[in-house]
């Protein structure tokens, strides 16, 4: 059974940073386009960031360009958020998914974690 499991999430002052993780049992990892989404209570999902399996294409919602980034090891079958300058405004429960195809602006991944809490104080 395949799993994501996020980790990294907490309480931070706005200006402060966090880093997600999200370790993926999804082979061969290399193979899967991995991204984050998130959900603010009483809002719908949306995408924030992915990085295609050929690893050459990153994509950003303009809401977090300059301030969060994705990367990923493959190594360790992870992905990551770092997020910095962080608002009252990102706070949400964070998604990491995986999906074949490349472009998880577009395309509903397959596969999701369970979610992890950031929660940005003003």
């Known amino acids: 059974q395949v799993q994501l499991v996020e980790s990294g999430g907490g309480l931070v002052q706005a200006g402060g940073s966090l880093r997600l993780s999200c370790a993926a049992s999804?082979?061969?990892?290399?193979?899967?386009?991995m991204g984050w989404f998130r959900q603010a209570p009483g809002k719908e999902r949306e995408f924030v960031a992915s990085?295609?399996?050929?690893?050459?294409?990153?994509y950003y919602a303009d809401f977090v360009k300059g301030r969060f980034t994705i990367s990923r090891d493959n190594a360790k079958n992870t992905v990551y958020l770092q997020m910095n300058s962080l608002k009252p405004e990102d706070t949400a429960d964070y998604y990491c998914?995986?999906?074949?195809?490349?472009?998880?602006?577009?395309?509903?991944?397959?596969?999701w974690g369970q979610g992890a809490q950031v929660t940005v104080s003003s």
């Open positions: 998914a995986a999906d074949r195809g490349l472009d998880l602006r577009t395309t509903t991944p397959y596969y």
């Open positions: 999804v082979r061969p990892f290399s193979s899967y386009s």
């Open positions: 990085k295609a399996w050929t690893g050459a294409r990153t």
